[in-house]
């Protein structure tokens, strides 16, 4: 799948946050892969579009809306790099 | 995000929205005019920034529009005030915990270059300067500078300013006043508030354009420039020129901002807010939020229309995050450029959402917001 982000604004100086916008919307399929590859997954389907939550091991955190192009992908200041690196590459196979 | 009809829009005391009616229409207008050097051309030209001076001057109690000068912005302002002061190694800055970024940095920044100390007075839980504290460094140690928010921008609490300056007076310090966050919600007089300088904003409160700002100084208090450069008038000085406001003036200003700002004062004075119908909604919103079960920081007493709070179980960005993607509800999240009064809040390190209220702000609107925090907690 092809992506485009960007840094967006945040208070921390030990995080990093990034805006991830997807050629196509947010599926329910495509947050499952996220979250079983990236480590736990919290789907809450009460909001008016539901809205998911994935902590990742070594602190990536990613928030975002089924339906939506865009989600936010948080990452700690250590093992940026490396967060960032993993999250792409399955974006990419995809 | 929704079309902007349907946002709902709580981030005032960042920048305010809607601005006051007409603004748009009168920087327009100011960019498309021939601008007439005014000190050229005599009556043929208005003297705009004398127009906003005097209107701020009035609104502060300042006896002369030349004790205005006119910036970019409050931290523009405050970085002239902090940073012209003749201050030397040993002289003591005392500030509080509530301060913003745009007072802390220039203060780090003296203590770093010019060996200057700094002390913060503590705050309660929701904000408020511990006056009892101040009281005592004031009688431990004497200030050469005394600078406080006037009103916090994370709680919305108003500090006991005459208090706090009336008791600096009395140790001889200079007095400086951020009022960022006050202007054009409470009274700001100088001289009521003893005030030495007061730095101010243009684009919150007083709902003019981004880009404007200014610094009140009294004839009492001299500043160094931070910034020389031409000056239009005494250009066979080899420094800036003594007399006010132009010695802190340098460059060509931001006149059409400045026509905008003085149209937005002008409206302000024409149409005062409703304090009561404000304090009402924002009664209502903390109490909506409560009943949500959120952990609002509710502020007895003299306030602004900020408030803040944390959900159990959400982090506040992401609550930002859903309620502007899921609501269109605009706010901020996080420190809000205030790290200190963190701790004092209990709200370390992650900060809080913010809801700032303005005179736009409807029934309607409060609604919808406690409604939809109300759905993250159910």
Known sequence: MRFRNKKVEGCFDY??????????????????????????????????????????????????????????????SRGRPEGKGALEAILREL | MPEQSRVIYLNNAATSWPKAP?????????????????????????????????????????????????CESSTHALNLALLGLPLRRGDLVLATAQEHNSVLRPLYRLRRLRRVRIRFVPTDRVGRVDTEEYRRILR???????????????????????????????RGATT???????????????????????AFTGHKYLLGPVGTGGLYVCP???LDPVLVGGTGERSDLK????????????????????????????????NPTDQDSLRGL???????????GANVIGVPDARTPALSFTLPGWDVEEVGYILQKEFGILCRCGLHCAPLIHPYLGTAPRGTVRFSLSRFTTL???ECVIDATGRLMS
């Open chain 1, 15 to 76: 995080s990093a946050i990034y805006e991830y916008r997807l050629e196509k919307p947010i599926t329910v399929t495509l947050i499952r892969i996220l979250g079983g590859r990236l480590g736990s997954l919290q789907y809450f389907a009460d909001l008016p579009r539901p809205f998911f939550r994935i902590q990742g091991q070594g602190g990536t955190q990613i928030r975002g809306i089924q339906g939506e192009r865009d989600f936010q992908a948080v990452f700690p």
């Open chain 2, 140 to 170: 431990q140690d004497a200030p050469r500078v005394v600078v406080v928010n006037h009103a916090s921008n994370v709680t919305g609490a108003v500090q006991p300013v005459k208090e706090l300056f009336g008791l600096a007076k009395e």
């Open chain 2, 176 to 198: 400086l006043l951020d009022a960022s966050q006050s202007l054009g919600l409470v009274s700001v007089n100088a001289q009521d508030l003893r005030a030495d300088m007061i």
């Open chain 2, 364 to 366: 309607d609107e409060v």
């Open chain 2, 239 to 270: 420094d800036m020129p003594t007399e006010m406001p132009l010695r802190l003036e340098p460059g060509t200003p931001n006149l059409p901002a400045f026509v905008g700002l003085a149209h937005a004062l002008r409206w302000q004075r024409e």
């Open chain 2, 220 to 222: 009492d208090v001299q």
């Open chain 2, 22 to 70: 007409g603004l748009g229409r009168v920087l327009a207008d100011a960019t498309e005019h021939v601008p007439l050097p005014t000190g050229r051309v005599g009556y043929a030209a208005k003297d705009q920034a004398r127009d906003c001076r005097a209107l701020v001057a009035d609104m502060l109690g300042a006896s002369r529009p030349e004790q205005i000068v006119l």
């Open chain 2, 282 to 292: 924002c009664a209502r919103l903390e109490q909506g939020l409560r009943d949500a």
